[in-house]
């Protein structure tokens, strides 16, 4: 029987599990990564949700309301923090601290066929995956107005981002305080000398300076990115700047990766990671900044003075 119902979607997917089937083999790392999907399954069934169907590693599921749906999520959060913690012992997995959890959340009209669901709300939360972070939780506008207040209070916007398949941009907000349990300079502690209030992106004779306040920045192919690299390698959102903490955060959204050279030469490859931008260096979209054919964007974070003479 088809029902066309109003549903909160809800998309989760592991992040890190290919790092399991190294070190595990894949026997073994088939069965890591199934007993951590099944660890998500209760935050669902608990919070009045039901699971559509699971994806390998990670899996679909629909509620009723934005609140059972947001509960569920940060359920999920806190039942993968506890099985990374695990990777921590003596005789853990290094591969179990690498998992990282990412959550996508839409509301609209769904057509539920066959156990299955349909719809433009199944697409965006399917897709808003490929924009969120590590440990992140991502929602629509729709979701945000069935929150109260305070929950509210506790997301802040991504603006509007362009979803792959889709031509409409989808107003995207992001639950805060996540991204600071994983976003790392991945060189230790390099705290810059004081709180950089600019970076400057510059990419063949196209230079453009962004002010903290003006974040988040969208570095990508697609002519709605706030940033456009027009490079066939270059994903249509590529990568996405913030400001949290204090400080500027690159995060990887595409296929292709993304790759940060700082001014002391070693590269860090981002696959769907962040890491702190500080100094100045060069970002390579698709491919890393040494190779001479990438699209390779040079970056400069500014401090107090010279970010001063900003609109």
Known sequence: MTQITQRTILFADLRGSTGLFETLGNAEATTVVTQCVSA?????VQRGGHVVKTLGDGLMAVFDTPVQALKAASQMHEALTVIAARGASPAGSAGLRALRLQVALARGEVVELGGDCFGDAVNVAA???DHAG?????????????LGGAQRRQFRSLDQIV???????VQIFVLGGRRSDSAATQFGDVPPPA???????????QSCTF???QMPVVLGRSPQAHYRVDDSRVSRSHARLDWHGGSFQLSDLSYNGTYVRFADGEIVSLRRGSCTLHGRG???????PADPGSAAVRFEV??????????
């Open 211 to 213: 002010a903290s306040r």
């Open 195 to 205: 709180e950089p209030d600019a970076v400057r992106l510059s990419w063949l004779d």
């Open 282 to 288: 060069a970002i390579g979209l698709g491919g890393t």
């Open 163 to 169: 979803l792959r398949g889709r031509v409409e941009p």
């Open 302 to 311: 500014l401090h107090d003075d010279a970010a001063a003479t900003l609109p």
């Open 40 to 44: 998500l399954v209760p935050a669902v």
């Open 127 to 129: 897709r808003l995956l």
């Open 134 to 146: 590590d440990n992140e939780t991502l929602v629509t506008a729709a979701v945000l107005e069935g």
